[in-house]
């Protein structure tokens, strides 16, 4: 019986000798190295550790003024968040709202307002006011409106047409900041 219990005690010894093994390899895996320990500053030792996989990351803030947009008082519109900020002279958003695109978009960069309608039909065929146009692109114009209905649909993408289309009272809002030679600022 002695010869059995010492086979199994040999056979644990050798199971946990595999578990830590095991159990380095995954530390040293995950363990920054020593160049990266020493380019980052160390938390205080009273402070958690904080893990990759615990941490969440900050979340980008939808109405936050995207970096990139340049500085002083400008209108920017953000293509990708489909978004328009109103900027003061001090860089703050006075007001900032969500748009629907035109088939037709101004490529990034800096325009100024060229001219502005108070009350047309639209290239699609509807009423719109407050329309302030600051580029064109493939002999389309392209301008901020809002239609008199107050509806927002999506352009049909058989039509080439350059109104970026909000709500009636972000329209006011625009209509009011947004005078000729206003800057516009365009980012992806």
Do not use: C
């Not at 400008?74 to 035109?102: C, G, I």
């Amino acid at each position: 019986m002695a010869r059995s219990s010492s086979g199994f005690v040999a056979g644990l010894t050798a199971a946990a000798v595999a578990v830590i093994g095991f159990l380095a390899y995954q530390a040293q895996a995950v363990a920054p190295s020593p160049a990266e320990l020493a380019a980052k500053p160390q938390a205080p030792s009273s402070a958690p550790a904080a893990t990759a996989s615990n941490t969440p990351k900050p979340r980008k803030d939808p109405l936050a003024l995207p970096a990139g947009s340049g500085t002083g008082e400008r209108v920017v519109y953000a293509l990708a968040d489909r978004r328009v900020w109103l900027v003061d002279e001090k860089n703050q958003v006075t007001h900032t709202f969500s748009v629907m695109p035109s088939t037709v978009s101004p490529p990034p960069g800096a325009y100024a307002v060229t001219s502005r309608s108070g009350a047309v039909r639209g290239s699609d065929g509807v009423a719109i006011e407050h329309v302030v146009r600051f580029a064109t692109v493939q002999d389309v114009s392209i301008g901020f409106s809002a239609a008199v209905d107050g509806s927002t649909p999506k352009p049909d993408p058989s039509k080439k047409t350059g109104g970026v289309r909000m709500k009636r009272a972000d329209g006011d809002a625009l209509w009011t900041f947004a005078v000729i030679g206003q800057k516009v600022v365009v980012v992806a």
